[in-house]
């Protein structure tokens, strides 16, 4: 029998190629082209006056210098505004190469295209730009006050400012017997792939095509764009997404300047043309993301029921809006989270600042909206002297009431109607693996040792797979290879291990024979792009769909050769065979042989197909009018709306009383993305999800100083998380499945990251006593709010004091408690990526 | 981050190194371990003429003993430091701080020398070396040399007192043999330069601190020898208490960095409390 390849744990078949090194990246191709390189502006906000490159002409071995000047019709104006709104009333997009006016450190003004990047670079080194600087605007305070603009024609720096209300907000807020208002902050962080961007593109010029790659998480949406851009017909034009090292986003924006300006110059001068983005370029001249202030004001009742939510927050874009206002539009709907908000406001401003632009990174908007209604939840629990998992499963929405319609719009512009989901199940078992309802006795035993621990939680529910199509195509070669193919592209998801799972159990083959392409034009032209936790429900879909064609079709054949009716057969490890009589059979190979009706044959299982061979009924023609030759078939996926998946998060952390270290002890996940197609890939995604969370939460910033320079535009001032300083996942599963699909899946790419600066402040809260109200924090940071709160600046929570008042007669450690045990002690040995030791944290301050 | 075109040459002797340095003058850039060079060449920061290559010079490498000193070559690299018997036996200071420099890679390019001609105040080398009073064997043009005491070495942010034209070659260590150490580092990621360190060497007599040494990094622009601390520690008892009071003027008059890592009031408690504990562990209590 074939092993059930659904479902399965299955080793990822990608991994032992890319881990030995097997990987092909933008830069191991091309090696025969020219080098790109760029001037960045170095102001942040400034006019160009004069662009001198007479000094990088007769730089032996350069070959093109462009500026905004050279660049002809639709390449030199404005990159294309991807996803227009209603409320984004002033769009601005920049050009390829600046025009007259910078608006962030790092936006490119010349292009160098020479023998090589060393040259291209000494020639970059000796243009010369004058600028004339103009006021810089850096930080959402300083953009909302909008004393200096960004955009001499966007008025307050406002480039999108939007409601949603469900419900009379003002009525439901009088209504309510409690209020809190939260004054919230998150900052700047980005997506950091391994691999940066990069573009390499050769010009045919007896076919007058273009070939070009680019790594990117669209190759149809570039491949669009720069046919459009210069003016050529789409089938002229393919793109290739090669191995990806990493998107998380970034590489879904398109086109980049560099995807528009590499494939124009190497038409242009007729020699390929590649250009690799360095890590500074990455920082200064990709996509940030988070970076939002918000203000929360809730009405609720006695038991903490949410009755009215007000939410204010003011968003920092960046210097344009190429990607519309996607982020914050998820950030006001995804806030919501597994809860019933009574009535629900939610306004924002989208606002220009002389910084990189923003664009979604991994949780797009869901970890700010998170973080803004957890907190909020902390709130409402602290202020009742209630459970704060209590207070959450009052507010849940309930399983019967799927599917739950919030009567606001989402980022697909379609109604955020959840469509399943078992939230409190989730957080029972969410309690059950933290020790939730044993954490006062950890606590007690932690701080007879003088430890500071804290428990923090926070759930979301996060729309995957919008829409609105992907496709999946297989054939099956004589051979009984399987070739999948889906447009949309890979960075390391996974998806040549899931997708052919996939094909394995609905057409009954071997993994091993089924060969997945993603991201090549050349084989599926119609495709959107993998973002938003797509890929899986998208493609998973459209090439399950397209797998039981191709079944169909393989079981018609088959059935016609063995004379049986189709539904006698079953396929099994690539063999068609009669159930109950396994003896007759014949392989998918043959199958595809008989499909395909031939003249000449070149091998021995050709020559069943050829024109002499077998039976035929002369009346009919070898290809039926409504059949096609091969063993292949194609299908699409649309769904009417994105499906909702959820989790809950846990984590228990651990402050030093002296120097303000923050340790994560132990980080618990329950993840419920509908039906799980390969549970490793999940928990490898929730996995580096959570990674990327510890990073957003006690690490990543991007510290732009008040002319608009970014300090720490290096992996030397920009701290990310090593596998030291990330905790282990402790995870588990709900398998709810969404009723939308047919295979019930959800997505899960982005999941892990979601919560966990929601829960890591609730945490550091709960260590602490005081609120949490700005994330990341560092050590430095929390120190300093210790000495606030010392001096009365900063509140207590209510429980600490309450906590305060209910501890003083027990001090004194109690001799049978030893250190806390299990369920909430470390599943394993925290490791402590700092070089001071656990041991120190006995100490009294000093 | 490319680095500006540059000619390299590589002497195999001292001299023939000097001797290229004064031919380039200030064109030219002394390339050791190349782990703080190279990045500064790629982001041209510099962009020097000729690159002199001192990794083909034989006797700018090890350690040997030279009686109540060891003496380490400028081109010695963490790595090897770290493996030496004579270093961990003399100045285990030395070693324990060596063994927190960022990963096992860089610490197989970078050398000792560089690190302390390069003199990164967040570097973690110069602190050991300060407080073991360590003195550096400076080489100059025409080949004479001169010794620098490590209290003179040090002369800010990124300077120290080797001139253009001339090389370091020797660190000298007076021994410590016997002498308890520990060096405190501070980081919130690990392979991360210090916050704040701390580098102590205790001689104890019967649970009585006979000696001290004391050294910060990243405490100001350049490592700081705690001397007042150093003299408060001497003749007591090698307890929490008596050591807590001993060390808690650690910080004062020092003028810490703020920066995204710490502002400088943090800088100046985590001196405190790192001293205390780097101490104790010196101390071995
Ligand atoms: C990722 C990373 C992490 C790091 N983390 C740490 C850390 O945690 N702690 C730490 O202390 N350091 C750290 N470093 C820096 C590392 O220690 C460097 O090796 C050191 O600062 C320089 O040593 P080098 O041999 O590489 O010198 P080079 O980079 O080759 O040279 C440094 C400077 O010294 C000059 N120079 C070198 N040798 C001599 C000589 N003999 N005479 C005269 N001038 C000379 C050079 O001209 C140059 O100006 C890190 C470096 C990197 C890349």
């Avoid at chain 1, 428990?455 to 919008?466: P, R, S």
């Avoid at chain 1, 973002?531 to 079944?551: D, E, K, Q």
């Avoid at chain 2, 060596?98 to 390069?118: N, S």
Wanted: hydrophobic share 40%.
């Amino acid at each position: 029998m074939t092993t059930q390849m659904f479902g399965a744990p299955i080793r990822r078949k990608e991994d032992p190629r890319l881990v030995t090194g097997g990987g092909r990246y933008l830069d191991d191709l091309g090696n025969d082209a020219l080098a790109a390189a760029f001037v960045r502006s170095p102001h942040a906000h400034a006019r160009v006056v004069d662009i001198d490159a007479s000094g990088a002409v007769d730089v032996e071995g350069v070959v093109a210098i462009y500026t905004h000047e050279d660049l002809p019709g639709a390449v030199g104006e404005p990159l294309p505004l991807l996803i227009p709104h209603p409320t984004l009333t002033h769009g601005r997009t920049g050009y390829a190469l600046a025009k007259d006016e910078v608006n962030h450190v790092g936006e490119p003004v010349v292009m160098v295209v020479a023998t090589d990047r060393y040259v291209a670079e000494d020639a970059c080194q000796r243009i010369r730009v004058t600028y004339e600087q103009l006021p810089v605007v850096v930080g959402i305070e300083k953009a909302r006050d909008g004393e200096a603009l960004v955009h001499d024609d966007v008025p307050g720096n406002v480039a999108a400012h939007m409601t949603q209300e469900v419900g009379d907000v003002e009525a439901a807020m009088a209504r309510a017997p409690h209020h809190l208002t939260l004054d919230l902050d998150i900052e700047r962080s980005a997506c950091t792939p391994m691999e940066g961007k990069g573009v390499y593109a050769r010009w045919d010029a007896e076919r007058d095509e273009l070939r070009m790659y680019s790594s990117t998480q669209t190759s149809t949406g570039v491949r669009a764009a720069v046919a459009a851009k210069l003016g050529l017909p789409l089938q002229k034009v393919e793109c290739i997404a090669p191995d990806v090292g990493g998107g998380f986003g970034v590489k879904i924006m398109h086109p980049w300047p560099e995807e528009v300006l590499v494939p124009w110059a190497a038409r242009l001068i007729g020699q390929p043309v590649k250009w690799v983005e360095d890590r500074r370029e990455h920082f200064i001249s990709s996509a940030h993301e988070r970076g939002q202030l918000q203000r929360v004001t809730v009405g609720f009742d006695d038991d903490g029921r949410v009755l009215a939510l007000d939410v204010k927050f003011w968003h920092d874009n960046g210097a344009y809006t190429p990607y519309g206002i996607i982020v914050p539009i998820i950030t006001s709907t995804q806030l919501l989270g597994p809860y019933k908000p009574g009535a629900y406001r939610c306004e924002f401003w989208s606002l220009y600042t002389n910084t990189v632009l923003v664009t979604p990174y991994r949780g797009a908007g869901r970890p700010q909206g998170c973080f803004a209604m957890e907190r909020t939840m902390d709130s409402i629990a602290d202020t009742l002297g209630l459970d704060r998992a209590e207070v959450r499963a009052r507010n849940f929405i309930l399983p019967e009431e799927m599917p739950y319609d919030h009567g606001l719009l989402f980022q697909d512009g379609r109604p955020l109607k959840y469509d399943s989901g078992d939230f409190p199940a989730s957080l029972a078992k969410l309690k059950a693996l933290v020790g939730w309802d044993d954490f006062a006795a950890y606590r007690a035993a932690a701080e007879a040792e003088g430890r500071k621990v804290g428990l923090g939680i926070g759930c979301y529910v996060e729309g995957t797979g919008v829409g609105p199509y992907e496709g999946g195509h297989i054939q099956i070669e004589t051979s009984g290879r399987v070739n999948v193919s889906t447009g949309l592209t890979s960075q390391g998801q996974g998806h040549e291990t899931v997708f052919a799972q996939i094909v394995a159990e609905e057409l009954g083959v071997r993994l091993e024979d089924v060969h997945v392409t993603t991201g090549d034009t050349r084989r599926m032209p119609y495709a959107v792009g993998t973002f938003a936790s797509r890929a899986a429900v998208m493609s998973g879909n459209a090439i399950a769909l397209a797998a039981r064609n191709v079944r169909a079709k393989a079981l018609r054949i088959a059935a016609d050769a063995l004379e049986v009716s189709p539904d006698d057969l079953e396929i099994v490890d690539g063999t068609v065979r009669v159930k109950g009589a396994p003896t007759t059979s014949i392989s998918l190979g043959t199958v595809s042989v008989l499909s395909n009706p031939l003249r000449y044959a070149f091998d021995e299982a050709a020559r069943a197909a050829t024109q002499f061979a077998g039976t035929f009924d002369p009346d009919k023609p070898p290809v039926a009018d409504d059949d096609e030759p091969g063993l292949e078939g194609k299908d699409f996926y649309s769904p009417t709306q994105a499906t909702f998946a959820n989790g809950m998060h846990a984590a228990i952390v651990e402050t030093d009383p002296v120097t303000a270290e923050i340790r994560i002890l132990r980080y618990c996940v329950i993840h419920d993305c509908g039906t799980m197609i390969n549970p490793m890939i999940v928990e490898g995604q929730v996995h580096g999800g959570v990674a990327q969370g510890v990073g957003g939460a006690l690490y990543e910033r991007m510290a732009y100083d008040e002319s608009g320079q970014l300090l720490n535009a290096s992996f030397m001032d920009f701290l990310m998380p090593y596998a030291s300083e990330v905790p282990t996942v402790e995870a588990d599963h709900l398998e709810t499945p969404s009723p939308l699909n047919p295979l019930g899946i959800k997505g899960a790419g982005e999941a892990g990251c979601i919560p966990v600066s929601a829960v890591i402040a609730s945490a550091i809260e709960d260590a602490e006593g005081f609120p949490i109200t700005r994330m990341p924090i560092s050590p430095s940071e929390l120190w300093d709010l210790r000495r606030r709160h010392a001096g009365g600046e900063v509140p207590s929570l209510h429980r600490a004091l309450h906590r305060a008042l209910h501890r003083a007669p027990h001090r004194a450690p109690h001799p049978g408690l030893g250190r806390p045990t299990s369920p909430a002690t470390p599943a394993t040995t925290p490791r402590d990526g700092s070089t001071t030791t656990a041991a120190v944290t006995k100490e009294t301050p000093a | 981050m490319i680095p500006a075109s540059f000619d390299y040459v590589a002497p195999t002797t001292v001299d023939e190194a000097l001797a290229a340095l004064a031919e380039h003058g200030d064109d030219a850039k002394v390339l050791a371990g190349g782990q703080s060079l190279l990045p500064i060449l790629r982001m041209r920061l510099n962009a020097p003429g000729v690159v002199v290559d001192l990794g083909r010079i034989p006797d700018l490498q090890g350690v040997c003993d030279d009686g109540d000193h060891i003496v380490i070559g400028a081109m010695t690299t963490y790595a090897a430091v770290l493996a030496d018997d004579l270093v961990s036996t003399h100045a285990s200071l030395l070693s324990k701080a060596v063994a927190t420099v960022a990963d096992p890679q860089i610490r197989h390019r970078g050398t000792l020398g560089g690190a302390l001609v390069h003199a990164d105040p967040a570097g973690d080398v110069g602190a050991p070396v300060l407080a073991l009073g360590a003195e550096l064997v400076v080489a100059g043009p025409g080949g004479q040399t001169r010794t620098v005491t490590a209290d003179d070495f040090f002369e800010d942010l990124f300077t120290t007192a080797v001139g253009e034209g001339e090389l370091l070659t020797q660190i000298r260590i007076p021994k410590h043999t016997g002498w308890g150490a520990h060096y405190e580092k501070f980081v919130r990621v690990s392979h991360q330069w210090s916050i704040v360190a701390v580098a102590a060497t205790v001689r104890s007599e019967g649970g009585t601190i006979a000696e001290a040494r004391v050294g910060l990094t990243n405490m100001g622009s350049t490592p700081l020898r705690a001397v007042s601390v150093e003299n408060a520690l001497v003749g007591q008892p090698a307890t929490d208490e008596a050591i807590r009071a001993a060390v808690a003027s650690v910080a004062d008059g020092t003028n810490p960095p703020s920066d995204l890592n710490g502002d400088s009031d943090y800088r100046r408690h985590l001196a405190t409390v790192l001293t205390r504990r780097a101490v104790l562990a010196a101390a071995g209590a």
